[in-house]
């Protein structure tokens, strides 16, 4: 018996690739992107540019960086979100929805908080505002991961995620760039300095809109809706443990103490010293005399532009080399970058130099 022929599918021409970036459930993820983007900065580069105007010394402004560890934790409230329902919302609008609206509310109102306090006098009390615009943030980004995988098709993914990955970045650079440049504009019009930040937060704040409207629009997802029953506080502590400890406890068992130990001291200190800078880097460049207009254009148009090159060469030599050669490239790439920053303070306010250190730091 003769096999039967596969079936040819022939490909897709340029127009129906596009067509599938107008479907609407991408243009809702694409719109979601932009509201998952915007509050990084608000709690990172932009609100440690105010705090250096505002005076507050080094060593706080150092510390600032521990508001960013919900992202990096997230992972440990990641089941309860999936699994349980917010009261009231998830009834009205379905889990994911609900979740949703609810990290966003709390955005909304961890933002307008921030922007009404005065790092100068009250540091600390700025520093928890971040952290809960952090922790919102983060929720909010657990959610729009899962309402993604969701609701969109399998033909659907890849168009799905590189639309979210372009409108977050213009979500970042609005909350960088665009943030600074309001408070230049309401400058202008006449406000002191403590109250052009505040206006800005509070457009930025607004802005979250963008996402609470998009969740409106929204479909709860099939997926959501069909295994809303299925779970509930029990479920999400068992899938909680075996994420956490389940883990470290494979880990540990597969590679040995002496070796976990140090594959995850490699982890932490990797990346360590380039994190540690970075933090330092808007209180360094406002003591060099650049201006808010300067550091805006520089480090969050041009980075932006630097950081996602670097990407895609990141991506190209993970897949021409070893994971230690690509390794050894990256740290070496970023000691050279820090070494830019050190041969910066001598030269000091040179528009050049700090484009050209920007450029390596992002890229690398």
Known sequence: MTAPAETQHAPASFTETLAVYTQRRVLIVLFLGFSAGLPLALSGSTLLFWTAEAGVDLKTIGLFALVGTPYTIKFLWAPLVDAIDVPVLSKWLGRRRGWLLFSQLLLIAAILFVGSCDPATAPWLVALGALFVAAASSTQDIVIDAFRIESLNEDEQAAGMASYVAAYRVGMLVSGAGALFLVTLFQHFGFALRGAWNGSYAVMAALVLVGVATTFVATEPNKSVASAHQSGWSGALRRLGHTVVGAFQDFFFREGLLIAIVVLSFVVLFKFTDALAGVMTPPFVKELGFS?????????????????????????????????????????????????????????HDLGWLTFAITLENFT
Do not use: C, D, H
């Open 292 to 348: 808010r207009e300067e550091y805006a254009a520089i480090i969050k148009g041009v980075g932006l532009i630097a950081l996602l090159l670097g990407g895609f060469a990141g991506g190209y030599v993970a897949r021409a080399f070893p994971l230690a050669t690509s390794l050894w490239i990256g740290g070496i790439l970023q000691a050279l970058a820090n070494l830019a920053f050190s041969w910066q303070a001598m030269v000091g």
